[in-house]
């Protein structure tokens, strides 16, 4: 079965230091999104790219954030200086269209970030 | 903000049907329900989805009121392995992100 697949399951790094988190969405599907979880709340909407741009963003999702599709297999997340407060578990999702089509999210098992 | 309500946690003993309540009063015409799961820390991950008729797939079934205003997601014969908590999210068909509330946490025991 097709699935989302997510590297490193898990990082630490050091306040104020780059890190990138890598997704191979399902081969087919068109809609990439990125959700963040901080531990104990609620799964949070960070973005959504269709065809090489952002086609919506939360209010999370600040200057310190990008994302990118550098081939035609990987979708990143790149926080640019990492605060405490970005520790998470960032999931990664993909649909294969918009819409009713779009229905149905297939995440990923998430990667997990400890921000010392 | 998430527009529906949840009870916070559920029991259901393994074998029995478990039944998620969802009130969804506000619910626009044009706003699907959509039942997605969190088994522990894992990925969220799709369960079924529906307008106005009942639904059902190999997972669940989902039962939506005449008036839209809730729903009830029926896992027929819990195991184990649907301890999780559970989430009912309605958004417009052309959606670009879901909206998670806290959900259910439904705790199934043997």
């Known amino acids: 079965e097709p699935e989302v697949t997510q590297t490193p399951s898990h990082q630490v790094t050091q306040m104020g230091q780059e890190v990138i988190l890598r997704c191979v969405p399902i081969?087919?599907?068109?809609?990439f999104y990125w959700y963040r979880q901080i531990l104990g709340q609620k799964v949070e909407f960070l973005v959504s790219?269709?065809?090489?741009?952002?086609?919506?963003k939360s209010e999370i999702f600040d200057d310190q954030f990008s994302v990118e599709r550098p081939d035609g297999s990987n979708f990143t997340l790149k926080i640019r200086s990492t605060k405490l407060e970005d520790s998470a578990m960032y999931f990664c999702?993909?649909?294969?269209?918009?819409?009713?089509?779009?229905?149905?999210?297939?995440f990923g098992e998430g990667s997990r970030l400890t921000v010392l | 903000d998430a527009k529906t309500t949840q009870p916070t946690s559920m029991d259901c003993a393994e074998g029995r049907a478990a039944n998620l309540p969802c009130n969804h009063s506000?619910?626009?015409?044009?706003?699907?329900v959509y039942w997605y799961r969190q088994i522990h820390s894992q990925g969220p991950q799709y369960i079924i989805h529906g307008l106005k008729n009942n639904e059902t797939n190999e997972m669940a079934s989902l039962i939506i009121t005449e008036d839209r205003k809730s729903s009830t997601l029926i896992l027929p014969h819990a195991t184990l392995r649907d301890t999780a908590v559970y989430y009912c999210i309605v958004s417009p068909p052309g959606f670009q992100k879901l909206v998670f509330g806290t959900g259910t946490r439904l705790l199934v025991s043997p």
């Open positions: 790219f269709y065809n090489n741009e952002i086609s919506e």
């Open positions: 081969s087919n599907h068109l809609y």
């Open positions: 999702a993909s649909t294969v269209g918009r819409g009713l089509a779009g229905g149905e999210l297939f």
């Open positions: 506000t619910i626009s015409g044009n706003e699907y």
